[in-house]
């Protein structure tokens, strides 16, 4: 597999807020159903014994003898993905397995990086790829959340909504919405809209909520996230959480009040010194040119006020190896894991650690 290579750095407890270009990780792969074309009726050729097939082979592979054919050769291929491989999040893969098939090479980016899967594998079992455009992020991030919840958090209540929308609806009158999250017929302009995917958040939380079993909360995000118009909705309401967390600290730091250290780093970019500037440079573009930084997952964090443990695994063995977004309230709000080799693109580990042993090699620092 291809070396990501790093282009920002970031440092445990916010200390530094680093700007990068956007990634697109690995895509989604899926079976597929394949639907053949084949010509019925066209003139009967001379069969010469060589697919296109055997272009791509040894001459030790090609098959001995004639070639036989069961029916008309098909003249293309058309592949559609299946409706229930359409999931956001690829199936589980065993993280050693997975590490060893990625990252094949002798490098030492690729020894570094499977040496961090094998600190994973510690701790958790196996792995789920997210899908890899620009809202990786705030997909894994709550996906997690919502596959591992079982208590709907305060701040998602009625009230509070309406609260923040009225405050912000100076700001989002231009929100930028993805192709799939259209406007619908009537009057509906984009506070309403957004309006609309926040209740959609508050309902699908108190659904997963409700669920009687960790299996059946998983069974109900793999319906959420399916790429369309309801994932996409409830991302976009991530955002204006983000928003809405950043309008309120930045006025307590107008105000002269306490806030954390990242919120300093936040707005002393140029092209973020105001609330609106924020949204109009960095918030916006999250899901179209661009994945959240590094000082961004800190307000992500404080948005959903929960803890987002990273295993960042090209920095194994340091002590930047394992960082939280924030790294101020571990102890009172709920944590939820990802996994990223590079800062931009985040899987999710999941399940318990399949007690297999460490290989020597990976265990030499």
Request: proline share 5%; hydrophobic share 35%; glycine share 8%.
């Amino acid at each position: 597999a291809p070396e990501y290579r790093p282009q920002r750095n970031a440092h445990t407890g916010g200390e530094e807020a680093l700007k990068g270009e956007a990634h697109q990780g690995p895509s989604t792969s899926a079976d597929l159903e394949v639907l053949q074309v084949r010509e019925e009726d066209g003139p009967a050729g001379d069969d010469l014994g060589v697919s296109e097939e055997d272009l791509y082979r040894g001459a030790e592979e090609l098959p001995q003898g004639p070639v036989k054919h069961a029916g008309p050769e098909p003249l293309f291929e058309i592949t559609l993905p299946k409706v229930e491989d359409r999931c956001s999040l690829e199936p589980m893969v065993d993280i050693m397995s997975y590490s060893e098939r990625e990252w094949k090479g002798n490098t030492a980016k690729s020894t570094l990086i499977r040496k961090g899967y094998t600190e994973l594998s510690q701790r958790f079992g196996s792995l789920r790829r997210v899908r890899g455009d620009n809202y990786c992020a705030l997909r894994a991030t709550l996906f997690q959340v919502l596959s591992t919840s079982t208590q709907l958090p305060v701040w998602l209540q009625d009230e509070h909504i309406s609260t923040w929308l009225e405050e912000l609806e100076c700001l989002i009158g231009q929100w930028m919405f993805p192709s799939e999250c259209r406007q619908r017929e009537g009057s509906e302009d984009a506070a309403q809209q957004l309006k609309r995917y926040m209740e959609l958040l508050q309902n699908r939380w108190q659904a997963a909520v409700g669920c009687f079993s960790a299996e059946e909360r998983l069974c109900l995000c793999e319906r959420v996230f399916q790429g369309g118009e309801e994932e996409l909705g409830l991302l976009e309401a991530l955002k204006l959480l983000m928003l809405g967390r950043a309008v309120e600290l930045h006025t307590t730091m107008q105000e002269g009040g306490d806030v954390p250290v990242f919120c300093w780093l936040l707005y002393a970019r140029d092209s973020s010194d105001c609330p609106r500037s924020f949204l109009s440079n960095h918030l916006s573009q999250v899901g179209f040119s661009g994945g959240l930084e590094q000082v961004e997952m800190f307000l992500l964090g404080y948005a959903l006020q929960c803890t987002i443990q990273v295993y960042r695994l090209y920095m194994a063995h340091t002590e930047e190896f394992i960082t939280y977004f924030p790294d101020d309230h571990k102890e009172d709000w709920p944590c939820v894991c990802l996994v990223t080799e590079d800062d931009r693109h985040y899987n999710v580990p999941v399940g318990q650690p399949n007690g297999l042993q460490v290989p020597e090699d990976l265990n030499a620092s």
